[in-house]
């Protein structure tokens, strides 16, 4: 298809070893596609890394074929692909004495000729591309005084740069925070729509990767690669079948991961289920290892409940007596826990007719 910029077809990655070749992953058959983010996940040691290299041509490929823009990859020079594909590693802990405009410079090598010397359009395709990714007051700081983060950052706008229709990125989003990882896939993805680049990336960040990706591939070493859009992948349970574990659930409609705590006890919970004051106390119950239950006709007698009415109040209840109103959900939890474990052994002692003094 005229929209397909890499296809691969019975691809084996992997390294050669003493006495032959270690396979990572193999029968491997996928494409990518123009205007797309397409993120790669799996779980480590699962070839993520093998992969991408592969793709870049930084290791051969140990069996099928990688056709880029419809010709097999072997068949380019390195400086054609270098006009092609731009490529962003996770370390970058060893360029050092270079200020980030001087990096992100780098990526213009492919267009500059021999000498590496900047045009005005170079010039400004730089300053462009370190404005995009957030990073202009960056411009003249030498690369071993900024941060992880900032590091990454400055390596993706080189590679911006290079002006390439195809960007691949080994965990771009690894060093940074929680805004910032954010911000990163956004612009990624936005680049990809805008500028109608195939960008692809392997990731650890699942619930980002779902809710950003056009394209996901799925892989490890024994299901080998699936490939799919996000909810259609969820719809046929391929991403539980990859991730999900003990303590570990999935939600299908949000695609989203959860951890699943065990509890211990119960305890009946009413009042507006709706409300986000509901929500988050029964969340805060079950991490305390209580599970709350509805008021049914199995828990209509119960010695102990928690109402909360939605007005920004949370009851607790001992006999149908209120004993304790607060406004705040630790404050509850301070209470419940102590309360619930009273009435059980109690109720234990009273099943092996035994009284405290005993």
């Keep these: 298809m005229d929209n397909v910029s890499i296809e691969i077809k019975d691809l084996s990655t992997g390294y050669k070893i003493k006495g032959g070749n270690k396979i990572v992953a193999s029968n491997l058959n996928a494409s990518l596609n123009r205007g797309e983010l397409t993120c790669l996940l799996g779980p480590n040691g699962a070839g993520k890394s093998t992969l991408l290299r592969t793709l870049s041509a930084f290791q051969p490929a140990m069996g099928g074929s990688i056709e880029v823009m419809a010709q097999d990859i072997k068949s380019y020079k390195s400086s054609d692909l270098a006009r092609l594909i731009s490529v962003v590693l996770t370390d970058n802990s060893g360029i050092k004495n270079m200020t980030a405009w001087e990096v992100v410079a780098m990526g213009r090598s492919p267009y500059t000729g021999f000498w590496g010397k900047l045009n005005e359009k170079d010039k400004k395709v730089v300053e462009k591309c370190l404005n995009w990714v957030g990073i202009e007051e960056l411009a003249q700081r030498k690369m071993q005084t900024l941060s992880d983060g900032e590091r990454q950052k400055v390596m993706i706008a080189k590679a911006i740069a290079q002006e390439t229709p195809i960007i691949f990125l080994d965990e771009p989003t690894a060093f940074l925070d929680y805004p910032s990882k954010i ?41 080998g690669l699936t490939t799919g859009l996000p909810e259609d992948l969820s719809i046929d349970g391929s991403i539980e079948s990859y991730f999900t574990r003990n303590g ?58 928690i109402k909360v009415p939605g007005d920004g109040t949370y009851r607790l209840y001992e006999n149908g007596q209120e004993t304790i109103k607060v406004e705040k959900i630790a404050h509850l939890l301070h209470m419940i826990v102590p309360t619930i474990t009273k009435y059980q052994i109690s109720a234990i002692r009273e099943a092996a007719d035994m009284n405290q003094y005993e």
């Design 183 to 223: 911000s990163m896939m956004l612009l990624l993805h936005r680049l990809a729509k805008a500028l109608k680049k195939t960008i692809f990336l392997s990731t650890h960040d699942l619930e980002h990767a779902l809710q950003v990706a056009d394209q996901v591939w799925l892989l490890d070493q024994e299901r």
């Design 248 to 305: 570990i659930g999935f939600d299908r409609e949000t695609c989203v991961f959860s951890i699943e705590h065990e509890t211990a006890r119960e305890v009946v919970v009413v009042g507006k289920e709706d409300t986000l004051e509901y929500k988050l106390c029964c969340k805060a119950l079950t991490r305390y290892g209580i599970k709350p239950v509805a008021l049914d006709g199995e828990h209509t007698n119960d010695i102990v409940k």
